[in-house]
């Protein structure tokens, strides 16, 4: 299992279009993955799962994954999160 901490940069945090790229960004990928924010956790291939954690800009969340990708899915959702979903940051 890897975990790696992101913070949602992006000005409008993690709302719909966010949540879509990260849902369609981990189904690439054979690993699971789930999201953790202040002890919630959700799985990161629902699209409603990852609208249910608010996520504000500024907010920590960890992202957990498992399986035979794990690491190129790993490294594809952070860089994800650290160009802020193409937004301004």
Do not use: C, W
């Not at 992101?6 to 189904?27: D, F, L, Q």
């Not at 690491?71 to 650290?82: G, I, N, R």
Request: hydrophobic share 45%; net charge negative.
């Amino acid at each position: 299992m890897i975990t790696r901490e992101v913070t949602v940069r992006n000005k409008a945090g993690v709302h719909t279009r966010p949540a879509s790229m990260i849902v369609r960004e981990a189904a690439r990928f054979d690993s699971e993955f789930f999201i953790r924010k202040d002890g919630y956790e959700i799985n990161g291939k629902s699209i409603i799962g990852v609208m249910t954690l608010a996520a504000e800009q500024g907010a920590t969340l960890d992202l957990l994954f498992e399986g035979s990708d794990e690491t190129e899915a790993a490294d594809a959702l952070e860089a994800l999160f650290e160009r802020g979903f193409g937004e301004a940051v």
